[in-house]
Each structure stands twice: as C-alpha cells, then as structure tokens.
T-cell receptor
Framework: DGGITQSPKYLFRKEGQNVTLSCEQN?????MYWYRQDPGQGLRLIYY???????QKGDIAEGYSVSREKKESFPLTVTSAQKNPTAFYLC????????????FGPGTRLTVL | DAKTTQPPSMDCAEGRAANLPCNHS???????VYWYRQIHSQGPQYIIH???NNETNEMASLIITEDRKSSTLILPHATLRDTAVYYC????????????FGQGTRLTINP
C-alpha cells in the first residue's frame, strides 16, 4: 500500500528537549516537504528537499533541522531553539518532474508541556 | 502564487451535489488550479487539479471558466464523510513550491 507515513501521531515533549518526527514515503517521490499548521491557520513551509543529501530552508526554518540520507525518508528535528513548537506537523512528497502534486501524510501533533 | 477567494462556509444535504466556488482573478497563464481538503486533525488530501479544461476523477469534477478567473469543485453525491475544509490553490505545477492554503471553505454535509 503506497503512501506517506508519519510517526508518532501524537508527541509530547518537555520544554528544552529536542524531538525528531519521522516521515517515510514509498511513492518513489523525489521531493519531500515539512509544513507546520497552527489552529485555524494555513500551512507554513519549514524545509524541503528535492534530492537526497540536499535540502532548503522554507519560510520558518529557525529552530528546526532536517536530513535526507535516503530518498524515502525526511526526518524533522524540533530543537529547543524553537520558541513555540506546539503545532500540527505535516510531511508531504511529490515527484520532481511534470505535474508536481504534493501528497500529505497524516500528520504529527506535537505538544510541549 | 495568485490569491484565491472562497466562501467561508457552505452546507449541503447528503446525496446532493456540492458545488464549491473559487475566484482567482489574478491567475497567470502557467498556473494550475488545485483543490485539497482537510478533515479535522488529518493531513490535507489532494482532490483534483486543472489548467484550463474541465477535469473529472473518481472524487470530483473541476469546472474552470473560459477566462480562468474562477472555478467550481463539484462533489456529485456528497456523503457525511465529505465534511471538511476545502482549499482552492493556484500555483505553477513545476518544481518544489510551497503550497499556500488560504482560509478555505468549511463544507458541512447534513443528513
């Protein structure tokens, strides 16, 4: 069954701790993305990656880090430098050629206690 | 990306067609119209997209006016599971581009 998986679905973190959110896709997509969504708000792009071992900052990259060691995986680390990390985090992927439709995972809801 | 305007909310009876309008009067010639929906606490789901011709898939139909300044998403036989926020987005289709979601239309399907 092809798709994008994110884990965990819910995550609780103490203030000052780093936490890593997982995103895996088996769609053979080249590009992957991380967005953040706050209640009642639209999506904001954190990071994106077009190919393995390469990624670019989005609009709100401060306090976040990513890696792209494998085509199918794009983990996001929320560091203690992120001032307001409580949010709904969404991972997406797309092919890099042709119509670049982005497909989303189910999301991870992060709550900082 | 061009800006879109959607009604904040709509209601539709179960089994009827739901017609969701979107205005995008500043759309450029190389920009597509995309529709996504988001059910509460889930990731956005891609529905359909088009450039200038009408499009249909297993989920919905997309009708784009000849001047491309507006479009309508049609869910032919709405069910309760179609209750969601629907987002109309215009963007170029090529390359890694962030998706800019506006406020969308909150569609409620009533039994």
């Amino acid at each position: 069954d092809g798709g994008i998986t994110q884990s965990p679905k819910y995550l609780f973190r103490k203030e000052g701790q780093n936490v890593t959110l997982s995103c895996e896709q088996n769609l053979n997509h080249d590009a992957m993305y991380w967005y953040r969504q706050d209640p009642g708000q639209g999506l904001r792009l954190i990071y994106y990656s077009q190919i393995v071992n390469d990624f670019q900052k989005g609009d709100i990259a401060e306090g976040y880090s990513v890696s792209r060691e494998k085509k199918e995986s794009f983990p996001l680390t929320v560091t203690s430098a992120q001032k307001n990390p409580t949010a709904f985090y969404l991972c997406a992927s797309s092919i890099w050629r042709g119509t670049d439709t982005q497909y989303f995972g189910p999301g991870t809801r992060l709550t900082v206690l | 990306d061009a800006k879109t305007t959607q009604p904040p909310s709509m209601d539709c009876a179960e089994g009827r067609a739901a017609n969701l309008p979107c205005n995008h009067s500043t759309i450029s010639g190389n920009e597509y119209v995309y529709w996504y929906r988001q059910i509460h606490s889930q990731g956005p789901q891609y529905i359909i997209h088009g450039l200038k011709n009408n499009e249909t898939n297993e989920m919905a139909s997309l009708i784009i006016t000849e001047d491309r300044k507006s479009s309508t998403l049609i869910l032919p036989h709405a069910t309760l599971r179609d209750t969601a926020v629907y987002y109309c987005i215009v963007r170029v289709a090529w390359g890694a581009q962030k998706l800019v979601f506006g406020q969308g239309t909150r569609l409620t399907i009533n039994p």
